[in-house]
């Protein structure tokens, strides 16, 4: 079976962990903290322990956490202790940075908590609500989540239906 892909390749190199590649241009990703661990994160300079956010949304995969996003969420949520952030809220972003020379994409976590839940189609613009479907309520943070794992953005449960349609067309 073969699988129409759509978005930045890189999301379907790296298996491991969270990247900025998987968070959408123009909006923060908010992904719900399940717990913190230390997970063997491959770099250039081999295998390192390192810091990892595990996500409520398992669709996403844990993000490595570094001092600055550390400190980010202890201010966000007014506590350093890691337990302490279970069940909350991060806001994730694309930044830019320069190093050595290069410019390079990280992901940081915003130092407040998520304002708001609501997420805007980024097909027809509109606020994506929950959507009820034969008896069944979909959230609509669930609905833009899947939109945005399988299609590479934030969708409304309609245009992710048309997205759907389009992509079976085609295969
Ligand atoms: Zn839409």
Redesign the pocket.
Same mark, same amino acid.
Request: a negative charge.
């Given at each position: 079976m073969s699988e129409k892909l759509t978005g930045d390749f890189r999301k379907f190199m790296d298996k491991s962990f969270l990247g900025s590649w998987d968070v959408p241009d123009g909006g923060d990703l908010i992904l719900t903290i399940d717990h913190v661990a230390r997970d063997d994160v491959q770099n250039e300079k081999g295998r390192e322990k390192k810091m990892t956010l595990h996500f409520k949304e398992r669709e996403f995969k844990p993000m490595i956490c570094n001092t600055t996003n550390a400190k980010a969420i202890s201010k966000a949520y007014n506590s350093t202790k890691v337990e302490d952030w279970e069940n909350k809220k991060i806001a994730i972003y694309k930044a830019t940075i320069s190093a050595f020379g290069q410019t390079q994409e990280c992901l940081r976590v915003r130092e407040y908590p998520p304002k708001s839940d609501e997420l805007f $189609?980024e $097909?027809?613009?509109?606020v994506?609500s929950d959507h009820t479907a034969d008896g069944k309520t979909y959230k609509a943070k669930a609905i833009a989540n899947n939109a945005l794992s399988k299609f590479g953005k934030y969708? $409304?449960y309609? $245009?992710a239906q048309q997205a759907k349609a389009e992509q079976e067309a085609q295969a």
């Open positions: $189609c $097909c027809c613009g509109e994506i969708l $409304c309609e $245009c």
